[in-house]
């Protein structure tokens, strides 16, 4: 099973975090990895990610403000995936996000670099698809698709 490494950046907001983290956590997918890279952290959240004693949780801190470019690539940096997926700290993951987004990207041709999600409701029931849409190594490098959250791309495009 493949390793997929979910970066999540956050700058001070703490009253979001944690949900974002356990959604991480509490995916289906088994193999998973959260880094989180705080930018300027306050004393609670640098206290509540000293905190955190899940080993698949990898904390990098920026004393300084970097902004969220920065944190994201740090965050690239330090995965060790086979697939990278974001995660803004204010957003939360359905629990069959991540096993949806690698099953729909190892089904897809070789120049598949990466999928994107949609979330759904449908008669009071959440659930989770991906939409019709692909990213491919020739149009990454060319335009802004989507937003980042929850995209599922290789890491080797990265």
């Not at 979001?16 to 959240?45: H, K, M, W």
């Not at 629990?95 to 949806?100: D, I, R």
């Not at 089904?107 to 994107?116: I, K, S, T, Y």
């Not at 949609?118 to 989770?128: L, P, S």
Request: one cysteine or more.
């Amino acid at each position: 099973m493949d390793t997929v490494s979910v970066v999540l950046p956050t700058y001070n907001r703490g009253a979001f975090l944690d949900g974002a983290i356990q959604s991480v956590l509490n995916q289906t997918y088994e193999n998973i990895e959260c880094i989180v890279v705080a930018d300027e952290p306050t004393e609670a959240v640098r206290e509540y990610l000293e905190s955190i004693t899940d080993e698949r949780v990898q904390v990098r801190i920026h004393e300084e403000k970097q902004g969220l470019s920065k944190a994201r690539n740090v965050g690239i940096e330090a995965a060790t995936g086979k697939y990278v997926c974001f995660l803004d700290d204010d957003d939360r993951l359905y629990e069959e996000a991540v096993q949806t987004l690698v099953e729909e990207i190892q089904a897809q041709p070789p120049d598949c670099a990466g999928v994107f999600p949609a979330g759904e409701e449908i008669g009071g029931k959440r659930r989770f698809s991906v939409i019709d849409g692909r990213v491919t190594f020739k149009n990454y490098e060319r335009q802004v698709w989507i937003p980042p959250t929850a995209v599922l791309l290789k890491r080797s495009i990265l």
